[in-house]
């Protein structure tokens, strides 16, 4: 079965803009949880969301949002780009119960603020 | 905060030695404990869990140890091959599931 698939794979954009990046998760796995990954400073979380409702957020800046459509498809949105905002930003998808396996990672979306 | 935490970034080992990553983490109320092994522009991919009321979780060349008292575990990979070679993140989540919480890595090196 298909993994999870993110779009777009790179994205270049300049400061003071806005993205906005998609997930896709596995079929059948409601949750998608979103993470920037910085060199150092490993896989920061951004936010879980189960069902369209947003279940968890981690701590980062109000110009960092997401949502999620009623088939688990998920999109996150970054506004006012900043040049600190450059990093792999990974999308993961689980199914409840799922304990022993935890997520499954998309390939990512390499963002580059300039 | 940094709940977990990989103290060694870096671990470069010879091909068919042991390889050890270290983590350790201060929430005592972690249920699950994972290890992902990530390549260079691609995600992360699963390689082995163990859950907190077990000390010791086996598959094939990994293996992961958990020491709850120390609040560490490790993972060996006997014996290491070149392909090993990539970033390891442990990972542990809440005893009310939701969110992992992520180390900041350990990129390994095997040399043949």
């Known amino acids: 079965k298909a993994g999870v698939t993110q779009t777009p794979r790179y994205l270049i954009k300049t400061r003071g803009q806005q993205v906005t990046l998609s997930c896709s998760p596995i079929s059948g796995h409601r949750s998608v949880s979103w993470y920037q990954q910085t060199p150092g400073q490993g896989l920061q979380f951004l936010f879980e969301y189960f069902s369209e409702t947003q279940r968890n957020k981690g701590n980062f800046p109000g110009r960092f949002s997401g949502r999620q459509f009623s088939n688990s498809r998920s999109e996150m949105n970054v506004s006012t780009l900043e040049l600190g905002d450059s990093a792999l930003y990974l999308c993961a998808s689980s199914s409840p119960g799922n304990d022993y396996y935890g997520y499954t990672f998309g390939s990512g979306t390499r963002l580059t603020v300039v | 905060d940094q709940q977990v935490k990989q103290n060694s970034p870096s671990l470069s080992v010879q091909e068919g030695r042991i390889s050890i990553l270290n983590c350790d983490y201060t929430?005592?109320?972690?249920?699950?404990f994972l290890w992902y092994k990530k390549y260079p522009a691609e995600g992360p991919t699963f390689l082995i869990s163990i859950s907190s009321i077990k000390d010791k979780n086996e598959d094939g060349r990994f293996t992961v140890f958990l020491n709850k008292s120390a609040k560490h575990l490790s993972l060996h990979i006997v014996p290491s091959q070149p392909g090993d070679s990539a970033v390891y993140f442990c990972?542990?989540?809440?005893?009310?599931?939701?969110?992992?919480?992520f180390g900041q890595g350990t990129e390994l090196s095997v040399k043949p």
């Open positions: 990972a542990a989540r809440g005893n009310q599931g939701g969110k992992l919480i």
């Open positions: 929430n005592s109320m972690f249920d699950y």
